[in-house]
């Protein structure tokens, strides 16, 4: 059956004859998302986990598939999350976990997705590994919302992820003393930078104002969320943004936990790790690594790469998977 994915709003297909011819183009989109991932099974993201906490970050575990086709795919993912949140509990682990609506068949049975959700929700709770109910393209942002305020309320060990300068009712729907938050920070504000092109001295002093402008303001919204929230991470893409917040507000750094993706080089973490900035570290293992590359992680030459070969890949066929053997011997015990 095709294997479904998002590139630049159309839905395309990766088929087996394109991939054969262009073999090579595929094993170097894999070798440059490859550090990104824990590896392909539970074990792998066990050893991962453990790594990390080593170092004194926190992590997020997520699994890495595709939406549930049907509901024993929903029900067997079901299962994996129940199975990592047993697993960070007996190993004592300082990680929480992070799951979305459609692997648990949100769009095939609303009667299954609650059973479902209520079973991860209700283990989270035993344990205190928290949950994180993740954004979905696919599933309407104010179903998310009621979901997560219901879960909440009932079992007060769930998360939810807000998008970057969400507001109004919903901001205090989401802001209570018992409440998780965790706010994504888009590609359109991931360079805080600033984005005024004028030329000459008169376009850096754009940039530079441009760019203090947009820090005071995630400051100040990052700053409400932390006042309103028992927990809040805010998650970035860029380790550089994470030190200019922290480094301006002493209340968001002591406040806010702040996450980067797996992957990132031991160089950049030391040094947030020695600015004494909280840290967690989202961690995703399974083979399913495509539609992860492209709709989450991917930017800059990795998305240009991956862009080119997915739009090329218009002519039908079966899509292309990632297995154990694709990670190679000894890739599963990467560490970040």
Known sequence: MPHALFAHGRVILLPNEYV?????????????????????????????IMSLNERGMHATATL???????????KY??????????????????????????????????????????????????????????IENTVDYDSVLSIYTALRDKYGSIGVEVPYGLNGQAFKQLSKKDGH?????????????????????????????????RIDDMIDYFGRAVGACRDVIISDTEEGNILRIASKSKELKKGAMFELP?????????????????????????????????????????????????????????AQMIDDADFGPGDDDYAA
């Open 20 to 48: 054969k011819e262009h073999g090579i183009i595929r094993r170097l989109i894999f070798r440059l998302v490859r550090k990104r991932i824990a590896g392909s099974t539970s074990s792998s993201l066990m050893k991962n």
């Open 64 to 74: 890495l598939n595709d939406r549930s086709m049907d509901l024993q795919k929903a």
């Open 77 to 134: 993912n079901t299962n994996s999350y129940l199975q990592m949140i047993r697993q960070i509990s007996r190993l004592y682990l300082n990680s929480d976990i992070s799951f979305r609506p459609s692997q648990l068949g949100y769009s095939l049975s609303k009667e299954a997705f609650s059973k479902n959700i209520e079973d991860i929700a209700s283990l989270s709770a035993q344990t205190g590994v928290k949950a994180w109910l993740e």
């Open 181 to 213: 938050m965790k706010i994504v920070v888009g590609k359109g504000y991931a360079d805080m930078r600033g984005s005024a092109k004028l030329p000459g001295h008169e376009g850096k002093a754009a940039k530079k104002a441009e760019g203090k402008r």
């Open 262 to 318: 797996f992957g990132e080089s031991n160089k950049k973490l030391n040094k947030l790790i020695k600015s004494r900035i909280n840290l967690s570290i989202y961690v995703p293992y399974g083979k399913d690594w495509v539609t992860y590359a492209i709709n989450r992680l991917s930017e800059g030459r990795i998305r240009r790469i991956a862009a080119a070969v997915l739009s090329r890949s218009q002519n039908g066929g079966g």
